[in-house]
């Protein structure tokens, strides 16, 4: 799924309705959300750590692909790099994909293994 604009907190409810409803018509367990803008809000940061609770409620993973800079710093200066997967790339989601045993960074370590998820299907997301 793609954000191309950034959430603020007018868009936010309706992004994340829309997020909400993909995600019901598809049986994907691997999320996987495209930040194509520079620019990360709190208001996003709000609705991705709701997403990956629903997400986490399947049994899915949420992995976060941050292309810009700026928009990694942001994740790792909030510490969110903790309990999200941000990569830089489709591919380095991929890798992480492959490489974790665990869907979440939270259980990394702890011995919890889940099989590997099915990735979903990219679509971008307007708002207006």
Known sequence: MNLDEPVDPDSE???ER???RLL???PARLVVIDLRTPLVTAAALRMLLRL???VH???GTLHVVARRPLARRVFR???LTRVLRVSATMSGVAATALACSSPHPADAGS???HERPALA???PLQHS
Do not use: K
């Open 57 to 59: 409620g399947r049994n």
């Open 13 to 15: 409810q309706d992004v």
């Open 111 to 113: 011995g919890v293994h």
């Open 121 to 123: 299907s990219s679509r």
């Open 18 to 20: 829309e997020l909400n």
């Open 77 to 79: 200066l909030t510490g």
């Open 24 to 26: 019901r018509a598809s």
């Open 52 to 54: 990956r609770v629903t």
